[in-house]
């Protein structure tokens, strides 16, 4: 700050003459370009004219041809991709239905989706209950419970020098200076060590309310600044509250208010200061010279917070209901797509195991088993089809075709390792060693197959698409270090199958 002030008027005269020349110099150099161009199409129009009708033609057609095939290359190189398509897709406005939709899937898959229809019923109770609802949202004992015995006079409300006192979603009616009534939410605070579940409580609850308002007790840390934009990018009133002002001198006070308003009058709709009130200690000296220690309420000064939520609550819940949905939506929606991932993840394991013990059976039915099933077998076509429908990505049967091709002739490549593990892990599981060449070769056939099934379902969840050059670098991985698990279960369908030969 001190440095940039005295220095800058005169250093900076001659640049400004240095820059004036150089753009003098430019705007000649455009200029002069500009009439050469203008002369060059002039001569060139001129020429056309003059030449005979017969060459005129086909040169026009070739030009046309090139600008359109240039057009084209452009459109090519340039147009969105894929993935490009997939990330706009996020962004789009949210829609009820859909993620209404996706939750009742959800449900029918035995996914833990209850929560996520019980806040859709919220969403609803809530617009036709028509009340207008605020969120007290803030770190641990910063006030927010004194706060919220301020707003609503009449209530009980739990208030401690304890942090995390506050567990649960509470919810009181205020009334505010012109009569109107306010739903207030009292709530557990963020911040608290060991009350993560908590802190996502106060979270969802602070989405489902009209306005918040976000308690801080000082300057804010580096979390909290994080957490006031973050309630800021859903869009609904947000107001910023100074609290326990009584322990500030009037200088710390206006200056303290002042860095808050540089840096967040942009994100919020005010920022005021008070005093909640609390709880004060003090002593007293009585007449016979002992002292009394006493504990009284402090009084609260609320006003300037009373007047802000009228100002942002005045056009009533039913305007303020638009963005308080699209907050409540904008969470549901996220919570779903992270459900809909695990529970593709569980599905795309049993999916992959129950193929990779069909393709085993049917390798130690067949007489040579090698790679090549895996490239033509209707197995694998009908797994990876699966694998796309659960994570519902569509495909085209000649994808699956070309990549099932591809990773196949990886997989052959990499036969000779399959080999090397499958024998190892005949020498780890004492027994299966007697078993012979054919159980190495089914093994091996298996853990291929297994690989296949996991590194598709992989791409498939991490890229929404077939992508072959990634399915072959998870191929690798899985068969660079296959886990025992696996080996054993692979093993164990050999096992199990010549038994039941025998
Ligand atoms: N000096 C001062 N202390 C206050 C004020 N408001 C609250 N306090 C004190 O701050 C402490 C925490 O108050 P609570 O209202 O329980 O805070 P909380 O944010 O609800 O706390 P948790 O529910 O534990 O997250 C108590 O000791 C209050 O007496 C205030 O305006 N001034
Ligand atoms: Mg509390």
């Known amino acids: 700050m001190q440095a940039r002030i005295p220095a800058m008027p005169q250093s900076r ?26 002369n060059s199409l002039l001569e060139f129009y001129e020429r056309m004219a003059n030449l005979p009708l017969l060459l005129r033609v086909p040169l026009i057609v070739v030009a046309a041809a090139a600008v359109l095939g240039l057009a084209l290359l452009a459109w090519k190189l340039l147009r969105p991709g894929p993935g490009a398509n997939r990330r706009s897709q996020k962004t789009e406005p949210l829609d009820r239905e859909a993620i209404a939709t996706r939750v009742a899937e959800l449900r029918q898959r035995e996914a833990e989706a209850e929560s996520l229809e019980q806040e859709l019923i919220e969403l609803d109770r809530r617009r036709l209950s028509g009340d207008c609802h605020v969120a007290v949202f803030g770190e641990i004992s910063t006030g927010k419970s004194s706060l919220v015995r301020a707003l609503a006079a009449d209530s009980v409300v739990d208030i401690d020098v304890v942090g995390g006192t506050t567990r649960w979603i509470r919810h009181y009616t205020g009334t505010l200076p012109d009569d109107r009534k306010l739903v207030i939410t009292d709530m557990p605070g963020s911040g608290e060590v060991d009350g993560a579940q908590r802190e996502q409580l106060a979270r969802d609850e602070a989405l489902r309310a009209h306005a918040v308002v976000y308690v801080v007790d000082s300057d804010l840390t580096r979390a909290q600044d994080a957490e006031l934009r973050w309630l800021a990018g859903f869009g ?102 992270a459900l809909a991932r695990i529970v593709a993840a569980r599905e795309s394991e049993t999916i992959v195991q129950r193929y990779t013990r069909r393709a085993v059976v049917g ?38 075709e070309n990549l099932l091709k591809r990773l196949g002739l990886s997989i052959r490549n990499t036969t000779a390792i399959v080999l090397a593990i499958a024998g190892n892990a005949l020498k780890a599981f004492p027994g299966l060693g007697t078993l012979g060449g054919g159980a190495l ?52 369908v050999v096992v199990d199958r010549l038994r039941r030969k025998d």
């Open 441 to 492: 070769h089914a093994i091996a056939y298996g853990l291929a197959f297994d690989s296949v099934g996991r590194a598709i379902a992989m791409t498939l969840a991490e890229h929404a698409r077939l992508d072959a050059d990634e399915t072959e670098r998870n191929i690798r991985d899985l068969l660079a270090k296959p886990s025992r698990d696996r080996i054993e279960r692979v093993a164990g």
């Open 236 to 337: 609904k009133p947000l107001i910023l509250a100074l609290n326990k002002i009584d322990r500030f001198g009037l200088d710390e006070r206006i200056s303290l208010l002042a860095a808050l308003g540089e840096r967040y009058a942009a994100v919020t709709r005010a920022i005021v200061a008070i005093s909640a009130g609390g709880k004060e200690n003090f002593q007293r000296k009585l007449a016979d010279g002992s002292i009394e220690r006493v504990v009284r309420e402090r009084k609260p000064d609320v006003g300037s917070l009373r007047d802000a939520l009228m100002e942002v609550t005045a056009a009533g819940a039913e305007a303020l209901e638009p963005a308080r949905e699209a907050a409540v939506l904008s969470s549901v929606d996220q919570r779903s797509r």
């Open 13 to 38: 005269l001659p640049m400004r003459y240095l820059l004036l020349a150089v753009l003098a110099i430019a705007a000649l150099i455009v200029i002069g370009l500009a009439i050469g161009l203008v």
């Open 363 to 400: 390798a130690m039915a067949a007489v040579a088993p090698g790679s090549d099933i895996i490239i033509q077998g209707a197995l694998a076509t009908a797994m990876v089809r699966e694998l796309a429908r659960i994570h519902e990505i569509p495909v085209r049967d000649i994808d699956v």
